[in-house]
């Protein structure tokens, strides 16, 4: 069952809200929420639409005493018999909605008013893959790139029509772009269907493009990739996607990094692991081991009796921290020590074990049985032992 939505919730008023407090509330939220001031946003499209429904029944006396009295198919969106549900089959893009503000703040006067020619488009929006080194991701680098995207038409300079003719003013919608029907509140107004709301349409188009004013190119690029990138990082070029329309700005290029991993540097969140074998007698007696930085290499000193698995830290030497400003704040490497353990041995090694298993003889797991848990078992063995 649909649900019956609260219209003075929506608008923020009492129920016993003035007709003028309703419409000063209407005309805040929709001015707030209009799709012109919040292009793209679904969510805001969501919620002037919820406005308008609501001001729809309770700017109009008899709908308002209708819904207050909890009668009339007042139901959230308007489906299919939704009577009152007000905007359900307008068309949200940014012209009708600028037609029917206009109609409800009085035109100019709002300093609104329906456009009559497309304004300027951003470019769109291009991804691309890049592939680079472990190095590279460390370091940053520029990289090479081709893109693949729209660019402006030479032959028509982008206006789609033939060299030598000029686009026509749309004989539909007389260059206003939009079509009207009704009138008064809430006329219905959608783009022209003749021109798509250009306002102008070719009688003969640009062979190259056909019209589109756009052509297919491979664009040769040279890309910064910052230090510190991962593999699968999203990276931002400002102005190198599509370019704008009708003098719009270009779009933004967005690079999504694919980096080959190292065999000795491992990431672990901002910090870099490195595995660093030891044999048994370095582990027992402790030794000075040299192992690899991201740009050389450094003694460590092992402690006598270094466990496997024992961690030492090189504090900011680590990866740079992406945008971390100049000069990058670094994480930090993480030597983690493991214990080399022959699979086979040679019978050198296989007669020092003997003698070593002589000198090493005790019993590391009596611990493991000390706990009360294991003593009570032993205790019941033996109470079973005396019952049988
Ligand atoms: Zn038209
Ligand atoms: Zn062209």
């Known amino acids: 069952m649909a649900t019956r939505p609260d219209y003075y919730k929506t608008l923020g008023v009492d129920k016993r809200a003035s007709a003028e407090e309703i419409k000063k509330a209407y005309r805040k939220l929709a001015r707030q929420y209009h799709p012109d001031r919040n292009p793209d946003d679904k969510s805001a499209e969501a919620r002037f639409k919820?406005?308008?429904q609501a001001h729809d029944v309770l700017g109009d006396p008899e709908k308002r005493s209708q819904y207050d009295s909890g009668t009339g198919p007042f139901t959230t969106g308007a489906?299919?018999?939704?009577?009152?549900?007000?905007?359900?089959?307008?068309?949200?893009d940014g012209n009708s909605m600028g037609d029917i503000l206009s109609n409800l703040f009085g035109g100019s006067a709002s300093g609104r008013r329906v456009r009559t020619k497309p304004r300027p488009e951003k470019g769109a929006d291009l991804e691309a893959q890049v592939s680079i080194t472990f190095d590279q991701a460390v370091s940053g680098a520029q990289v090479p790139l081709q893109v693949p995207m729209h660019a402006t038409c030479t032959t028509c300079r982008g206006t789609g029509a033939k060299p030598?003719?000029?686009?026509?003013?749309?004989?539909?919608?007389e260059g206003r772009g939009i079509e009207t029907q009704g009138q008064g509140m809430f006329s219905i107004s959608q783009p022209c269907s003749r021109c798509g709301g250009a306002g102008t349409v070719i009688?003969?188009?640009c062979p190259t493009c056909q019209g589109s004013g756009a052509v297919r190119t491979v664009k040769k690029l040279r890309v910064n990739i910052p230090a510190g990138v991962r593999d699968g990082s999203r990276i931002r070029i400002a102005g190198k996607g599509e370019p704008?329309?009708?003098g719009g700005p270009p779009g933004d290029l967005y690079l999504i990094t694919h980096v080959t991993p190292s065999?000795?540097?491992k990431r672990k969140g901002d910090n870099f692991e490195i595995e660093v074998p030891l044999t048994i007698p370095e582990a027992l007696r402790g030794a000075e081991v040299q192992v690899p930085t991201l740009n050389g290499s450094k003694t460590l000193r092992v402690a006598p009796g270094t466990a496997h698995g024992t961690v030492q830290r090189l504090r900011g030497e680590g990866p740079p921290k992406l945008n971390s400003g100049s000069p990058p704040q670094r994480g930090d490497l993480h030597y983690r020590f493991v214990i080399d353990v022959p699979k086979e041995l040679s019978s050198d090694q296989q007669s020092v074990v003997e003698?070593?298993?002589?000198v090493f003889n005790g019993d590391p797991r009596a611990k493991l049985f000390a706990g009360s848990r294991a003593s009570d078992a032993r205790t019941a063995s033996e109470a079973g032992d005396g019952a049988a």
């Open 50 to 52: 919820e406005i308008s």
């Open 79 to 92: 489906g299919p018999g939704g009577g009152f549900g007000g905007f359900g089959n307008f068309d949200f």
């Open 164 to 173: 030598g003719t000029t686009p026509i003013v749309c004989p539909r919608c």
């Open 203 to 205: 009688e003969d188009p």
């Open 244 to 246: 704008g329309r009708r």
């Open 263 to 265: 065999p000795v540097f």
């Open 355 to 358: 003698e070593m298993s002589k």
